[in-house]
């Protein structure tokens, strides 16, 4: 799940579209730039209805579902930190993507106001100091398992029995069967033993030094295993929490370069960006 953007063509607008299955005068474009039924679908023949939305998808224009741009902006997890980042540096320098990035699916930002986003994203880039990034990184391999969310208190990974994730304070497991839930576990660094049944215990790998602990066990043992995005491979066995500054450009690269295609083509349609 994630963020999603798109920007219609104006091949309508422009008369570059193929003839209609029904007279012009028939059909409406919506605030959104997307073409409509002049009435409610009920006061046509179904036949017409089928007909005009299999030409809008199909054969229309050159574009697909007369959509000009269409780009997976970020999962959630990555947007949020995007979206994190430009509060640290400070909405203030950020107002009309303070005003239109969406905090849900859905929602437009106007056309008349994509320049001023673009500028504001160039801003950005060039404004940002590194962010710092906290991960939970697999000894091992070298593999980051988990990415630390603010906007998520950190955690990453939703049990019935328990919450887990990491902040710049380490891995924490959160027992949620408990009311309030109660912190179980937390350490910068530690072991993982999978069990019968898909369970694994965890353990304090700097049990010593951390003896004065007192609200956490030094071994905690969880439902299922933490594993790797890639889901063939074995699960960790050695575990560490790493928090590095990171480039602003390298760390939402994908995040700007999806952004900046969906503001330009708003520029050149007059059409908003559709969040989805």
């Not at 906290?134 to 950190?154: C, F, K, M, P, Q």
């Not at 951390?210 to 594993?227: E, F, G, S, Y």
């Not at 900046?260 to 050149?268: N, Q």
Request: aromatic share 10%.
């Amino acid at each position: 799940m994630g963020l999603d953007a798109s920007v219609s063509c104006r091949c309508w607008r422009d008369g570059l579209t193929t003839p209609p299955p029904l007279p012009h005068d028939q059909i409406v474009e919506d605030d959104e730039g997307y073409l409509d039924l002049a009435q409610p679908d009920d006061a046509y023949d179904p036949d017409v209805v089928t007909a005009f939305t299999r030409w809008q998808y199909e054969q229309a224009c050159r574009h697909k579902h007369m959509v000009h741009t269409d780009v997976r902006i970020s999962n959630w997890a990555g947007y949020r930190r995007f979206q994190q980042a430009l509060a640290d540096q400070g909405w203030q320098h950020f107002p009309t993507l303070h005003a239109h990035l969406p905090q849900a699916n859905g929602g437009l930002l106007p056309a008349q106001d994509a320049n001023a986003a673009l500028e504001e994203l160039t801003y950005f880039a060039a404004l940002a100091q590194p962010v710092d990034r906290t991960v939970l990184h697999d000894e091992d391999t070298g593999e980051t398992l988990i990415v630390s969310v603010a906007a998520y208190r950190g955690t990453a990974i939703w049990s019935p029995t328990f919450h887990a994730g990491v902040d710049p304070h380490g891995f924490f497991v959160l027992d949620v069967t408990a009311d309030p839930p109660l912190e179980t576990f937390r350490s910068m660094r530690f072991t993982q033993r999978i069990l019968d049944e898909g369970r694994a215990e965890i353990a304090d790998a700097d049990a010593d030094a951390n003896a004065d602990k007192q609200h956490t066990h030094q071994k905690v043992i969880l439902d299922r295993p933490i594993k790797s995005w890639e889901d063939h491979q074995p699960p960790p066995s050695h575990l560490a929490v790493l928090t590095s500054p990171s480039e602003v450009q390298e760390e939402f690269r994908w995040i700007l370069d999806a952004l900046v295609s969906v503001l330009r083509a708003a520029v050149e349609t007059g059409n908003p960006v559709r969040w989805y």
